[in-house]
């Protein structure tokens, strides 16, 4: 019997006689074919045992604590991985050593020498202490994915908010652009004039873009992965075109709640490593996808080190950084229909809207970034918009005449 073991150091395999051996028994073996010793190690069949960060974060998997455990019963068999976390270093075994007469004996190109100095490995720290998100917003993104589109197909938009002093991102509108989402892909059709008016909204309310947003479906769900090879490359462009440090990239998944067997609806916060960036700027990502590549991994048109050993194919989970994520209330609504979704909102959709809030103060009613993108679609980019989103900004009066065109136009 076999069992793979992915850790820090990739997927190495470890030989087993008897099936029905104790988790103790299994730590033993890790410690005399692998050299990790039994005290520094940490098993789970939880692949986010990888993203721990803390003592606190290893002791929330307890799957496979109890040393008299049979690994028959946590359902392991012949092929199964199961994930490691240990402290410490070690030499892999397989890995690459120093040769002499090699050396010798092969000419080096320069890609060879900056392969051979360029070594994935996990980011501890994220440049973005924390995310928080607007509620409002968030949940007119999940329930869209979830209710409309039931997880079946990709959904994304950008996060529009502050980065505050001490680097704690804060979102508080996210803005759809015009995309095509399928199983397995999401394809954004960017339109640069539509962007200008979002931006220049923004701008006005003392915003900026920091951060995309996308939801994973049913099925990639079952192929278990935090990202797949195409979500790494997409988030990592976003990021790299964003030039902010702070930037951060958001999955929405739907996950079994193993206790009742329903199904929750989840936020998971990351960066992309700086290593990430730094490679798919420099062109190393394989941009080809085949039918029998393994989502997990991200190809390379180079051989780049991991753990010792030159490879090709590097775990997604190398360029992920985790960000600790968090809610708010913020100072936008997100009650307005949502621009480029199925139902396109018209005069009527905004006279519905201004009703509904007739008894609360006009800048209240129109305090909604959805709303505000119908509305710029008519006003001058330099003048109007400047002048309204500066009354939502300040939660000031707006001016008699904005009042009144809003109106008329709602009334057409």
Known sequence: MMLRIRSRDGLERLKIDDPHIT????????????????????LSTDRNLLLAKTPVDLRRFTDV???????SALNLSHGSIVFLYYYGERTVAGAPTFSPAGSFG???????????????????????????????????????????????SKRGGFLYGRVSEDGKVQVDFIYEPPQQGKEDDLILFRDPEEEKLVDAIAAGLGMSRV??????????NKKDCNFSNKEVIQAAELHAESGLKEWVTVAVKLKVNEEDGGADVHFEAF?????????????????????????????????????????????????LVVVKIADHEGPLSSTFPIENRNT???MKTLKSHLDRARSLPFVKRISDFHLLLFLARFLDLSSDIPALTECVHMQTAVPEGYQLLTESMANT
């Open 23 to 42: 988790v103790a028994q299994l730590r033993s073996l890790i410690k005399s074919q692998l050299k990790i010793p039994v005290n520094n190690q940490t």
């Open 65 to 71: 604590a109890n040393p008299a455990t049979p690994i």
């Open 106 to 152: 092969r000419k080096m190109t320069m890609d060879d020498l900056i392969a051979k100095q360029t070594r994935i490995t996990r980011q501890e720290s994220p440049h973005c202490d924390a995310a928080s998100f607007d509620r409002h917003s968030a949940n007119a993104f999940q329930s869209y994915v979830n209710e409309t589109l039931a997880f079946a």
């Open 211 to 220: 951060g995309f947003i996308f939801s994973q479906t049913i099925m990639q």
């Open 271 to 319: 960066q992309m490593s700086d290593m990430c960036i730094k490679l798919f700027k420099e062109g190393w990502f394989e941009r080809k996808f085949g039918e029998n590549d393994d989502p997990k991994l991200s190809k390379m048109k180079k051989d780049v080190v991991v753990g010792g050993k030159d490879v090709r194919e590097v775990d997604n989970d190398f360029f």
């Open 344 to 346: 396109s909102a018209t």
